[in-house]
């Protein structure tokens, strides 16, 4: 028997050409993913990903180390009862620096906004009409 969920789904990556989104070949495996309560925790696969059934309420920090990562990767989430997608992104990491997550929001350059949901795909394709703004963080 399965468990029920909700669950925290995402994938760990190496961001090798870095667009702050997952690419083919990019999956670090063997990378353990583990939150601070509750006995269930997830080692990626050979692409990446990663799922495990969590609580319905409250914050939790997940931890993702070992594998391919430099150093561990933490974020806090909010459970709210739906599954809940975090992804860890390692970024121009070499041999003597740690992890750094980048986040990145996509904008369109004339309406300033995020994308909708149908255009998304192919504003990501033609940056001429989209703009990521991304941030790195220790």
């Known amino acids: 028997m399965s468990p029920a969920g909700p669950f925290v789904v995402g994938v760990v ?4 050409n870095p667009n702050g989104f997952y ?12 939150p601070d309560a509750g006995p269930a925790f997830a080692t990626t696969g050979t692409a990446g990903g990663f799922a495990f059934p969590v609580g319905t ?4 920090t997940i931890t993702a180390s070992g594998g391919g990562l430099s150093a561990p990767i933490q ?3 909010t459970l709210t009862g739906n599954n809940v997608k975090v992804d860890f992104i390692q970024t121009g990491v070499s041999a003597n620096t740690g992890a750094t997550d980048t986040i990145c ?3 369109d ?3 300033g906004k995020p994308p909708e949901r149908r255009t998304a795909v192919s504003a ?6 989209s703009r990521a703004r991304c ?4």
């Open 57 to 60: 309420s409250g914050t939790i």
């Open 124 to 129: 990501w394709r033609n940056p001429v009409h």
């Open 23 to 34: 690419d083919s070949g990019e999956g670090l495996a063997g990378v353990t993913v583990t």
């Open 109 to 111: 350059q004339v309406t």
């Open 13 to 16: 990556y190496q961001d090798e």
């Open 135 to 138: 941030m790195s963080m220790a």
């Open 75 to 77: 974020k806090q989430v």
């Open 105 to 107: 929001v996509l904008k």
